[in-house]
């Protein structure tokens, strides 16, 4: 069997043709087809007769058209009149509802005494299945018929069609296992309701129509009844249980409170009972409770309730081992300390090591039998010694499960292990020689698909274990309004659980739909009045009740000024009348004519005939002209009225005066003096009242001689001093230089520039270690003197230059010194020597000299520099 929204197109909100045709009454000819063109034998005019004139044909085509447009116009404004109607079947819905639903809640009310607030819910639910269009099946977001079969959910009661919600729960469990059980269709899962996820188990899937009670199967369709009800009582075990069932008729939604009288005592017993309703039975009398608490010391001391809390009082308790006391809440007097045992145990050699506790120590652990640490030899050792290794292999299994420890026998844990050995990778392509205790992954992606059927699983070394999708899904939901929350998954979407408000025009009446079905649901009925503003000029409408759709047009009198005349139009409103649209040329004989189309279009005003005396254009005189065709007009007479200049006046026939055609212009030049400064004449001809400012420019230079100014000359002429030193200034740096010699801070200006330059300058002291800034014109006063550092400085550096002095000059006295002895030593060796001799004893001794002169050049001189840097570093350091 197809489902639901197969079955009847899609559902959507679009029409149902399945059962649709059934139950779809017939149309009823409009009244305005025949205005519309339609070729009717009724709309057509009578042949006349054969002898019958011309004018008569006219005048019986023109009546013919003429009612054709009266009944287009009583189509357009019957929405008023039909809505009037449907309001008067609404009123009668509307009461024959209100006796089904009294009919419903009677058993119950009639228990109550009267008193309904107990079945507000379940009225809700009863009101919307009388509604039409508010409830819809949230799988194929279609309509709930009241001759349809329905299934209703025990948890959140919403009615889907049974095709619905049988194709749904066959689709749940397809999914569920096809995902989660490796031998397919084994087990049972359970399957979801669309709104509420209620579990159900697959034997609970609906096979069967029946009504909400579940004891009539296949309910016919009673116009008296609740939709889908069998109309007996509906006799369903209330909840909380109260050993009563439900008192009325079998209805949809969850079942009301228990309405009947029941004599119950209040909560601690000690009141006799009353008469109470069984829905709301628990009741207290306020009377202290005064039951002995759990501490077995104090009494309840709250008013009347069912279960006693645990006593908030405070005493001092012992802990477990007794060693230590403290106050605590009596409802909690077992605790423990964190103080250690500290007792002998039974071997008198070691100490209790556990923390408080009660009862007697637990023996000593070294007293049992012991072994070495790999566990092959036994010991039977006192509780003071330490079992030795036993010097065997230790041959434990390692972490690995593989292999066993090589090492000897050892206490603690035993080493990684560190065999090569070939391991396979996670997902099986690969092998590859590394440590036994690595694993090996390789880089290949996984390719498979997840359970969702639409991303790659893309991890790494996958052993085909393919986690669960973690996207989300993201598709447009049912209602093409919200997209789907849900983690990526298979099959369809879960319906949208959003719920739209469905107003009428006002917003009095509301009408909750779900999600997608606002665009089909008809808004709901109304009776408040309408609210729409008035589409024409009068200030309101004619009173109606709230309706769908557009107003009926306006029938009240116009009323309005006309625009060119204060009359008043005395027609009906014609700010919204139908008129026929222009019709667009054919392009050939072989297009067809369209129908007349109709606008709404608002019409002008009718031309006023009320007669009004008009003076002519010179107002010369007074003449009677119709309002909608007066106009003045010309006398002949001369116009005389003053020219624009004051002194003349015009000579022309009377005439309009106009933008275009004005009186004649005064061609004399104007003679008026002109403002005391301004040396130009007036550019107008002769005219009243005061010249215009002048607005020629006068070329004149800047304060500073160097920019060339325009200044308009009315500015010029009607500006006090200050002002027109600023208009004398270029607004730039006066180029001038002060007698400082720098150049003038101050904007072009007049006069000479003020001395007081405020440039900035450096000054040091005599040493030039220290350096200050002063403005220019207090530098002359200024004077900057050596501190205690500069005069430490000075004295040493003139220090360093005595030694350097000193160095000079012995360095010089050496120089004579040695030159005085090489004298002496040429005047000691005298006597007889040849020539040759003496001149090779002048080479050698002038070779001497030259090699000495390059040595002292070299060696001496930086060796006196270093010394002396040595002095001064010395010197400096300290001072």
Request: proline share 10%; hydrophobic share 20%; with cysteine.
């Amino acid at each position: 069997m197809e489902p639901a929204w197969r079955q009847q197109g899609r559902g959507r909100g679009r029409g149902q043709d399945a059962q649709g045709e059934r139950s779809r009454p017939l149309q009823k000819e409009r009244p305005g087809a025949a205005g519309r063109g339609l070729r009717t034998k009724t709309g057509s005019p009578p042949e006349p007769p054969h002898g019958e004139s011309v004018q008569s044909k006219f005048e019986q085509i023109q009546k013919s058209n003429q009612a054709a447009a009266k009944r287009l116009v009583e189509s357009q404004v019957s929405s008023s009149s039909s809505s009037e109607e449907d309001e008067e079947e609404g009123d009668h819905r509307d009461g024959q509802r209100g006796k089904i639903l009294a009919s419903t809640f009677t058993t119950y009310t009639d228990q109550t005494g009267g008193d309904a607030t107990g079945l507000a819910r379940t009225g809700q639910y009863v009101s919307d299945l009388f509604q039409s269009g508010a409830l819809t099946c949230l799988i194929c977001i279609a309509s709930v018929k009241r001759t349809q079969p329905v299934w209703s959910c025990s948890g959140c009661f919403s009615l889907f069609h049974l095709p619905c919600i049988q194709k749904w729960a066959r689709d749940s469990v397809f999914l569920v296992s096809s995902v989660t059980d490796e031998d397919f269709g084994q087990k049972q899962h359970p399957w979801p309701c669309p709104k509420c996820r209620t579990e159900y188990p697959p034997s609970a899937t609906p096979n069967r129509y029946t009504c909400y009670c579940g004891k009539l199967q296949d309910p016919p369709a009673d116009p008296w009844l609740v939709p889908h009800s069998c109309g007996s009582i509906c006799q369903k075990e209330l909840k909380p249980s109260c050993g009563h069932t439900c008192l009325l008729l079998c209805h949809p939604g969850p079942c009301p409170p228990c309405p009947k009288m029941v004599s119950v005592s209040c909560m601690c017993g000690k009141a006799k009972p009353l008469p109470r309703r069984c829905s709301n039975k628990t009741w207290s009398c306020q009377q202290q409770c005064g039951k002995l608490l759990a501490c077995r010391q104090h009494t309840c001391s709250q008013p009347c309730h069912t279960e006693c809390s645990p006593c908030p009082r405070v005493s001092v308790q012992s802990c477990v081992c007794g060693q230590e006391k403290a106050e605590r809440p009596c409802a909690s007097p077992r605790w423990n300390c964190e103080q250690v045992c500290g007792s002998l145990l039974s071997c008198g050699n070691h100490t209790c090591e556990e923390v408080c506790h009660d009862g007697v120590c637990p023996p000593c652990p070294r007293s049992v039998s012991r072994s070495c640490p790999c566990g092959r030899t036994k010991s039977s050792l006192p509780c003071t010694e330490e079992v030795p290794p036993c010097g065997d292999t230790c041959d434990r299994r390692l972490s690995c499960l593989k292999h066993t420890c090589s090492m000897r026998c050892h206490r603690g844990s035993c080493e990684t292990c560190r065999q090569e050995v070939e391991k396979e990778c996670r997902c099986g392509r690969y092998r590859k020689l590394m440590p036994c205790h690595k694993e090996y992954l390789c880089d290949t992606k996984c390719p498979k698909t997840r359970n969702c059927q639409r991303h790659q699983c893309r991890r790494k070394c996958c052993p085909g274990n393919c986690p669960p999708c973690d996207q989300s899904c993201g598709r447009s939901l049912g209602c093409r309004n919200h997209k789907c929350p849900s983690v990526c998954h298979q099959g369809s979407c879960y319906p949208c659980p959003e719920t739209v408000d469905l107003r009428c025009t006002c917003g009095a009446a509301v009408l909750v739909v779900p999600c997608g079905r606002e665009r089909s649901t008809k808004p709901p009925r109304c009776k408040e009045a309408c609210r729409c503003p008035p589409s024409c000029h009068h200030p309101s409408r004619e009173p109606h009740r709230c309706h769908p759709g557009a107003c009926p047009p306006c029938r009240q009198p116009c009323l309005l000024p006309l625009p060119s005349c204060s009359h008043a139009c005395p027609q009906p409103c014609h700010d919204l009348v139908l008129v026929k649209s222009q019709q667009v040329q054919l392009a050939g004989p072989w297009e067809q004519p369209s129908e007349p189309a109709f606008m709404k279009k608002a019409l002008p005003c009718a031309p006023c005939r009320v007669p009004i005396p008009t003076a002519c254009f010179g107002e010369h005189e007074v003449s009677p002209v119709p309002c909608h065709q007066r106009g003045r007009f010309s006398c002949q007479r001369p116009c005389g009225r003053p020219l624009t200049c004051g002194n003349h006046s015009c000579s022309r026939d009377c005439h309009l005066v106009t933008s275009g055609n004005k009186c004649q212009v005064c061609e004399e030049g104007c003679s008026k003096p002109r403002p005391p400064g301004c040396p130009h004449l007036c550019p107008r001809p002769c005219h009243s009242g005061n010249c215009p400012p002048c607005s020629q420019m006068i070329r004149q230079r800047c304060h500073c001689k160097i920019s060339m100014l325009y200044v308009e000359c009315t500015k010029l002429t009607s500006a006090d001093e200050q002002t027109k030193e600023k208009l004398g200034s270029c607004n730039n740096q006066c180029p001038k230089e002060l007698s400082c010699g720098h150049r003038c801070k101050q904007v072009c200006h007049p006069g000479a520039c003020e001395e007081k330059c405020q440039q900035k300058v450096k000054l040091r002291c005599p040493c030039k270690r220290i350096k200050k800034e002063f403005p220019c014109s207090l530098s002359a006063q200024s004077d900057v003197q050596c501190d205690d550092v500069c005069r430490d400085q000075q004295k040493k550096v003139s220090q360093v230059k005595e030694a350097e002095q000193r160095a000079a000059q012995e360095e010089e006295q050496r120089k004579l010194q040695e030159e005085l002895e090489a004298f002496e030593k040429r005047q000691q060796r005298g006597g007889r020597r040849s020539k040759r001799r003496g001149r090779r004893e002048e080479v050698d001794d002038e070779r001497g000299r030259v090699g000495w002169r390059r040595c002292a050049a070299f060696i001496l001189v930086p060796l006196g520099g270093a010394l002396l840097a040595a002095a001064a570093y010395y010197l400096l350091s300290a001072a």
